[in-house]
């Protein structure tokens, strides 16, 4: 019979409820990885983090920065030879983070929840403040700030969010499905 | 004179209005009438389905039961992700009971899964390629790299048109414009438009990598079908001077179009000395 680690069994149907794959069909080839153009800034490249979630090694998993480096580009997706989703396990991966709290704290985590926050609460994103924002959590309001200047000469700054009507209707979507903490 | 859904997303609506204006003068010289639907909101990108999948459905799923409740049968998406986000919400439905539930739960009535998404490019295909359009001001001269990106072919089974790994329908409707396609390994490389905020030496990295494959080969401008990938590539190509036009610009340009009429003056990199460089304005 074949020894599968503590932890594992339940990791497996985690992944497989949160996005339908399932990391035990990966026999560790390395094609997403060689393929990912992400891959030289993780600790843990997707074939890793497929390696990991078999080993149910979920808690080395979750501080590290790789998945929140993922740009989901999909080309792990379109080229894994089992027909695994990859991306979507990267998801799964990050949603475990958001639930159990443990993330980095740069990079894709603030920008994600600036940017659902906009949705939450306008209907829409408002573009012009997500970079903003965002480099001011950082404590670098100066940064693209060149940018920002060449966008006012082109009118391309909204100094206001755009609203939809029925506001309700996407919060109600947020409180039922959450995803925002 | 067809009537379709249009679904703008936030970037036509804000930054990236100049894709918006050309969709719209182009569409009826095009036989396509293109009604926004009303009260649209965000599909969430990836920012949704990074934090749960049935929200990025959700959001998605809401447009898309608009749509059907304005009698509309097709959707038009310009936009790359938005248009990605709504393929793969329709599949994901489709195939799965219990997420539909939760996704019916939330929005309060059932899910309207028979709507049919499309991006704009296969609007253009349909309309400049198999219709045979004949350009009233053919684009003669001018060296185009076409840019797909990732998002409008991967994954496959639930977004590509054409063959994800060799798309060919951009190039074949820029050649019925009168320009010339140029051939190049980089036109379905990820630009790393999601990493264009937060971590900008990996998003310079991969797109100063595809523009400059662009300028070796010899190409004029780079065509994009996305607001994320054209803005990306403009603002993090490293200061090599490679204007990046949406392909609704260029068809408009050859349908007589005038440059600002089609917001070629709305880019950030100057595109006009190419053209006249190549008398195609």
């Given at each position: 019979?074949?020894?599968?680690?503590?932890?594992?069994?339940?990791?497996?149907?985690?992944?497989?409820?949160?996005?339908?794959?399932?990391?035990?069909?990966?026999?560790?080839?390395?094609?997403?990885?060689?393929?990912?153009?992400?891959?030289?800034?993780?600790?843990?490249?997707?074939?890793?983090?497929?390696?990991?979630?078999?080993?149910?090694?979920?808690?080395?998993?979750l501080?590290?920065?790789?998945?929140?480096?993922?740009?989901?580009?999909?080309?792990?997706?379109?080229?894994?030879?089992?027909?695994?989703?990859?991306?979507?396990?990267?998801?799964?991966?990050?949603?475990?983070?958001?639930?159990?709290?443990?993330?980095?704290?740069?990079?894709?985590?603030?920008?994600?929840?600036?940017?659902?926050?906009?949705?939450?609460?306008?209907?829409?994103?408002?573009?012009t403040?997500?970079?903003?924002?965002?480099?001011?959590?950082?404590?670098?309001?100066?940064?693209?700030?060149?940018?920002?200047?060449?966008?006012?000469?082109?009118g391309?700054?909204?100094?206001?969010?755009?609203?939809?009507?029925?506001?309700?209707?996407?919060?109600?979507?947020?409180?039922?499905?959450?995803?925002?903490? | 004179?067809?009537?379709?859904?249009?679904?703008?997303?936030?970037?036509?609506?804000?930054?990236s209005?100049?894709?918006?204006?050309?969709?719209?003068?182009?569409s009826?010289?095009?036989?396509?009438?293109?009604?926004?639907?009303?009260?649209?909101?965000?599909?969430?990108?990836?920012?949704?389905?990074?934090?749960?999948?049935?929200?990025?459905?959700?959001?998605?799923?809401?447009n898309?039961?608009?749509?059907?409740?304005?009698?509309?049968?097709?959707?038009?998406?310009?936009?790359?992700?938005?248009?990605?986000?709504?393929?793969?919400?329709?599949?994901?439905?489709?195939?799965?009971?219990?997420?539909?539930?939760?996704?019916?739960e939330?929005?309060?009535?059932?899910?309207?899964?028979?709507?049919?998404?499309?991006?704009?490019?296969?609007l253009?295909?349909?309309?400049?390629?198999?219709?045979?359009?004949?350009?009233?001001?053919?684009l003669?001269?001018?060296?185009?790299?076409?840019?797909?990106?990732?998002?409008?072919?991967?994954?496959?089974?639930a977004?590509?048109?054409?063959?994800?790994?060799?798309?060919?329908?951009?190039?074949?409707?820029?050649?019925?414009?009168?320009?010339?396609?140029?051939?190049?390994?980089?036109?379905?490389?990820?630009?790393?438009?999601?990493?264009?905020?937060?971590?900008?030496?990996?998003?310079?990295?991969?797109?100063?990598?595809?523009?400059?494959?662009?300028?070796?080969?010899?190409?004029?401008l780079?065509?994009?079908?996305?607001?994320?990938?054209?803005?990306?590539?403009?603002?993090r190509?490293?200061?090599?001077?490679?204007?990046?036009?949406?392909?609704?610009?260029?068809?408009?340009?050859?349908?007589?179009?005038?440059?600002?009429?089609?917001?070629?003056?709305?880019?950030?990199?100057?595109?006009?000395?190419?053209?006249?460089?190549?008398?195609?304005?």
């Amino acid at each position: 019979m074949r020894w599968v680690p503590e932890g594992a069994k339940d990791l497996r149907q985690r992944v497989l409820a949160a996005v339908g794959q399932d990391p035990f069909r990966c026999y560790q080839c390395g094609k997403c990885t060689s393929t990912c153009p992400m891959a030289p800034d993780m600790e843990h490249p997707p074939h890793l983090v497929m390696r990991l979630l078999q080993l149910g090694q979920l808690q080395e998993l979750l501080p590290s920065a790789s998945v929140w480096a993922c740009v989901s580009c999909e080309t792990c997706t379109a080229r894994c030879p089992q027909g695994i989703e990859v991306a979507r396990v990267m998801d799964a991966v990050r949603q475990m983070g958001l639930e159990e709290g443990l993330l980095p704290r740069e990079g894709a985590v603030p920008f994600t929840e600036i940017f659902l926050h906009q949705v939450k609460n306008y209907g829409r994103l408002w573009d012009t403040m997500l970079g903003a924002s965002y480099n001011l959590r950082r404590l670098r309001p100066f940064k693209d700030l060149g940018l920002a200047a060449k966008l006012l000469r082109k009118g391309k700054i909204a100094f206001r969010p755009e609203r939809i009507s029925h506001k309700e209707e996407v919060r109600r979507i947020f409180e039922r499905l959450g995803g925002d903490r | 004179m067809t009537t379709y859904g249009y679904y703008p997303g936030c970037a036509l609506h804000s930054s990236s209005r100049e894709y918006d204006l050309s969709v719209r003068a182009i569409s009826q010289a095009l036989g396509v009438e293109l009604r926004e639907i009303d009260d649209w909101n965000c599909c969430g990108a990836s920012p949704a389905h990074w934090s749960r999948e049935e929200l990025s459905l959700a959001l998605c799923q809401r447009n898309i039961n608009l749509a059907r409740g304005e009698g509309l049968e097709v959707v038009v998406a310009p936009c790359a992700a938005c248009y990605n986000r709504f393929r793969v919400a329709l599949s994901t439905l489709r195939q799965d009971e219990e997420k539909r539930r939760q996704v019916e739960e939330a929005l309060g009535q059932e899910a309207a899964l028979e709507v049919r998404v499309i991006h704009l490019l296969e609007l253009l295909h349909e309309r400049i390629v198999k219709d045979e359009f004949i350009p009233e001001r053919p684009l003669e001269g001018l060296k185009v790299a076409c840019y797909y990106g990732c998002l409008l072919l991967r994954p496959p089974k639930a977004v590509a048109e054409d063959d994800p790994e060799n798309p060919t329908k951009m190039e074949e409707v820029i050649r019925a414009l009168g320009a010339e396609a140029i051939e190049w390994p980089q036109k379905t490389c990820c630009c790393g438009a999601s990493a264009g905020v937060t971590e900008v030496s990996r998003a310079e990295r991969l797109s100063g990598g595809i523009v400059s494959a662009a300028k070796r080969r010899g190409a004029d401008l780079i065509a994009a079908a996305c607001p994320l990938c054209q803005v990306n590539l403009e603002v993090r190509q490293g200061g090599l001077g490679m204007p990046v036009v949406y392909i609704s610009q260029l068809v408009g340009l050859a349908l007589g179009k005038g440059p600002k009429e089609v917001g070629l003056d709305l880019l950030l990199i100057d595109p006009m000395p190419t053209l006249r460089k190549r008398g195609v304005v």
